[in-house]
Nanobody
Framework: QVRLQESGGGLVQDGGSLRLSCVSS????????MGWFRQAPGKEREFVGH????????YYADSVKGRFTISREKVGNTVYLQMNNLKPEDTALYYC????????????WGRGTQVTVSS
């Protein structure tokens, strides 16, 4: 079984920064991509960004482009989401997800870490 565990969430003021981490454990799998999603209360889960495992190219939602950065450890199974210039509208439960080789979508998910940005 594959497990994804997010950490690093918390309460931060408008304009502040946080770095989220996502560690995979359990059964080894070959990832095509690792992604971040978020869900605010009363809203649908939305895409934040993802990184292609091979090559490291990244893609971001327009709402976070220029403020959020996805990176990974050179060796290991940890992916990071650096969030700068946070805004109250970034408040959400942030999820890490993985797409394994052969999968058509995001087939592994973490349980999320809460990010709250106060104004």
């Amino acid at each position: 079984q594959v497990r994804l565990q997010e950490s690093g969430g918390g309460l931060v003021q408008d304009g502040g920064s946080l770095r989220l981490s996502c560690v995979s454990s359990g059964r080894t799998f070959s990832a095509v991509a690792m992604g971040w999603f978020r869900q605010a209360p009363g809203k649908e889960r939305e895409f934040v960004g993802h990184m292609r495992w091979s090559g490291g190219s990244t893609y971001y939602a327009d709402s976070v482009k220029g403020r959020f950065t996805i990176s990974r450890e050179k060796v290991g199974n940890t992916v990071y989401l650096q969030m700068n210039n946070l805004k109250p509208e970034d408040t959400a439960l942030y999820y890490c997800a993985a797409q394994a080789q052969g999968a058509s979508g995001w087939n592994y998910w973490g349980r999320g870490t809460q990010v709250t940005v106060s104004s």
